[in-house]
C-alpha cells in the first residue's frame, strides 16, 4: 500500500516561480522554439520542453540541441531565440485565470473552467477541512461563472450544460489568453474585440494572480521571485508589470552570481530564502511553479512546493508536487496555515 501523503504544513515566507506561473510567456517560448525548431525539420514537443522549463537559457539551449540534434551550438540557438523572443517579452500578460470567453452579440460571457481540484502530486484528492464546498464534497471547490460583476456558483455539471448551450451558432469561443490582457495583432484591429475587450476590463475582477500577492502584501507575508531569466529577458517580460513586481519584498534571476546552478539544483531558492531579513529556515518556505525542474529544485532546497502545471504536461510529471493546482486563483492560504482571503 501507498504510504500516506502528509499534509501541508504551515509556512511563513513564499517564493514564486515567474515564467508559466506569473507571467504567461511559455507559450511565447514555445511559438519562438517551434519555428526554430520547425526550420530543421525537428519538432519542438511538450516532452522537449519538459526537459528544458525553468532551465538557464545556455543549459536549455544546450538540451534542445541535443535532444533534437540541431545543426548549430547551443550559444548559436541562445542567440537566434533570444533576438526573437526579445520582440515578444514585452507583450508579456500576467498569467490568465482558468477563464474562456464566450462572445456573443452584444454580450461577453465569462466562464471559470479551472475545475478547482487540489491534489496531491501521487494524483490523490486532498482532503482538507478547509475544501469543503458547499455542495459537500472534500477535495473540489465551486465552480463559477461571472458575468459582468455578478458572480454565480455552478456545479461541474451544470458548468458542462452551460458550456453546450452557449457554444451554439453566433456564440465564439475566445482564447483564455485574450483574458489575460493579451491581444493579438489580428484581434486589436477589430471594433467589436476592442469593444469587449474595453467592457472587460471595466467589469474584470483582479486576476487570481495579482489578487493573490495583493492578498499576501496586505497581511505581510513575505514573498519573493525566484527566476531562471537573465536580468534582460526580466526587464522586457515586465515592462508592462512594474508596479506588480514591486509587491514582492525582492527577486532572485538565473545570472545572479550567487546562483551557480540553474533547476533542478536547488541554489535559487536557497539564494531567495537567503535574501528575506531575517531569513526563514526552508522548512518554513513554500514555493510556486509551474515547471518539473523547479518542483525538484524546490524540495532539493527542503521546501514545501505548490505546482499549477501547464494542461501539456504529462500527470506523471507533477508527481512529486506537495499540492497541485488548475490555477493559482485556486490557492487557499489557509491551507499553509497563512490568511485566509476576506
Ligand atoms: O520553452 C521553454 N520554456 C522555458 C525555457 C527556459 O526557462 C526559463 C524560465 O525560467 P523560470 O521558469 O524559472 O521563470 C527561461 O528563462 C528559459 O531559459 C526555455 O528555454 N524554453
Request: glycine share 8%; charged share 20%; net charge neutral.
Amino acid at each position: 500500500m501507498a504510504a500516506p501523503v502528509p499534509l501541508p504544513r504551515p509556512v511563513t515566507h513564499l517564493l514564486f516561480d515567474m515564467d508559466g506561473l506569473l507571467l504567461d510567456t511559455e507559450r511565447l517560448y514555445s511559438a519562438v522554439f517551434e519555428d526554430i525548431c520547425g526550420r530543421y525539420g525537428k519538432k519542438y514537443s511538450w516532452d522537449v520542453k519538459s526537459l528544458v522549463m525553468g532551465k538557464k537559457a545556455l543549459e536549455a539551449a544546450q538540451l534542445i540541441r541535443d535532444t533534437l540534434q540541431l545543426p548549430m551550438s547551443a550559444e548559436e540557438l541562445v542567440e537566434v531565440s533570444q533576438a526573437k523572443l526579445k520582440e515578444v517579452f514585452p507583450t508579456a500578460a500576467l498569467m490568465p485565470d482558468g477563464l474562456v470567453l464566450l462572445k456573443s452579440p452584444g454580450r461577453l460571457l465569462s466562464l471559470h473552467t479551472s475545475h478547482a481540484s487540489h491534489r496531491h502530486g501521487n494524483g490523490s484528492p486532498l482532503q482538507h477541512p478547509c475544501l469543503q464546498n458547499p455542495h459537500g464534497q472534500a477535495g473540489c471547490s465551486p465552480w463559477s461563472r461571472r458575468e459582468s460583476d455578478t458572480t454565480e456558483r455552478l456545479t461541474q455539471t451544470s458548468f458542462i450544460l452551460t458550456m453546450q448551450l452557449c457554444l451554439q451558432p453566433g456564440l465564439e469561443l475566445l482564447s483564455p489568453a485574450w483574458a489575460g490582457g493579451f491581444v493579438t495583432p489580428e484581434a486589436r484591429g477589430k471594433s467589436t474585440c476592442t469593444v469587449l475587450w474595453r467592457r472587460l476590463l471595466q467589469s474584470r475582477v483582479l486576476g487570481g494572480v495579482e489578487k493573490l500577492i495583493r492578498h499576501l502584501r496586505k497581511h505581510d507575508v513575505p514573498c519573493a521571485v525566484a527566476t531562471s531569466s537573465g536580468t534582460a529577458s526580466f526587464q522586457l517580460k515586465t515592462s508592462r508589470h512594474q508596479d506588480f513586481f514591486g509587491l514582492f519584498h525582492h527577486v532572485v534571476l538565473g545570472d545572479d552570481p550567487e546562483v551557480r546552478s540553474g533547476k533542478p539544483e536547488p541554489d535559487i531558492f536557497l539564494t531567495c530564502a537567503r535574501r528575506f531579513s531575517p531569513a526563514p529556515p526552508a522548512n518554513k518556505c513554500l514555493v510556486f511553479e509551474d515547471a518539473p525542474n523547479g518542483v525538484e529544485a524546490a524540495l532539493a532546497a527542503g521546501m514545501q512546493v505548490v505546482m499549477v502545471p501547464d494542461g501539456n504536461l504529462k500527470p506523471d510529471l507533477t508527481s512529486k508536487a506537495t499540492l497541485v493546482l488548475g490555477s493559482l486563483q485556486d490557492f487557499q492560504p489557509e491551507l499553509f496555515g497563512l490568511p485566509p482571503y476576506d
